[in-house]
């Protein structure tokens, strides 16, 4: 057995590069050779680990090692994360030599970096990724139009230099609220800032001719589908904690990154109408979206993890627009992809604790620099 040469650093970052071109194989017997020593792995973990007694109290490390491999979104992005997981524990993918974990020693020389691996992922990926989902800012189309009419020219040309500035949120409001024909894309609730107008020039109808519903017409927000704070600068650039989450996602879905560089992100294909409710859902990545391959193109299957509403499951079909970008079938995945291992691996309900605390001052005293390290990851991802 190729017993690992060193024990679990402190960080990974200096070890863990996933930037790195993904490993080569021969052939497919030699991926499937390294697949197979990589769940051997893991599934002994995992089957070791007990469950957290309570909510929010813990969640399975291994597990969210195999989720963030099963869900990655191509084979190159799985190729690219199994040589990041076999170099963090210093061993080849292809070793003739087999793991032997019924020794003891060799469990205990594994346990370290692996766990240390899974910590890696929380801390530098789902953690600031989730606290990084605070509900997109929502200025008005025609209010900021008036406010930036008064700036001067000098001003205005500083202004588009900034990531996510007013100007490109509210263009990013107007375009989705068009799109979407000012209806939530989940329970097609009608905007009720669009609704009053309309209600004082009888009869009132909505973009499709029929009369308003007034008993489903309520407040309506635009919710990027990858956060948009991920991406917001400090003093003109990224941080290098959201530099490394940043990475993570490229390696979770190869290129993806491009998607969402600069003014990218706040283009309506990283972008759905939502009413308030659905909006706080989807950004703790609550709700998914499913493409259903037997309708019509842009038509999902939509789900919640957790039963807050009696509207899951439900299906729908996208509004379209001429001029304007539908919503990225592939940030839907991803989106999806990462919901489901925040809940499979209890990881989602950790964190929305940690966050919680966070929100509300309180530090637990159980003597964690964990978790201290957790909140100051929080409000710099917040910041």
Known sequence: MAAPSHRHQSSLEGLVDFSAAAPFFADEQQRTQAVGRFRRIVDYFEAAEQPAPRYGEGYNRPALVRLTFEYACSQTSQDRFLGAFFRSLALGMLDNDSVDLSDESVVADFRSPLFGFAEFLMTDFFLPLRASTNRTPQPSPVYHAAVQQ?????????????VGTPERLSALRGSCLTRDRYRCVITRTFDIAEAMPRLRQPPATDDDGNSLDMSNIGGLEVAHILPHALTKEENGELSELKKAAIAILNMFDSGVMHMIEGADMHRPYNAITLSLEMHQRFGQFHIFFEPDADAAPHTYRIDS???????????????????????????????????????????????????????????????????????????????
């Open 305 to 383: 993890f957790v039963p807050f509403s009696t509207r899951f499951p439900v299906t729908r079909t996208l509004f379209m627009h001429p001029s304007i970008d539908p919503p990225s079938e592939r940030l839907l995945a991803l989106h999806s992809a990462i919901g489901h291992i925040l809940h499979l691996s209890g990881a989602g309900d950790y964190i929305q604790v940690i966050l919680r605390d966070m929100e509300e001052g309180v530090v637990r005293g159980d003597g964690s620099t964990q978790l201290g390290d957790m909140l100051r990851i929080g409000l710099q991802m917040r910041g």
């Open 150 to 162: 008064a700036q001067t020219q000098e001003d205005q040309q500083r202004i588009e230099h900034f």
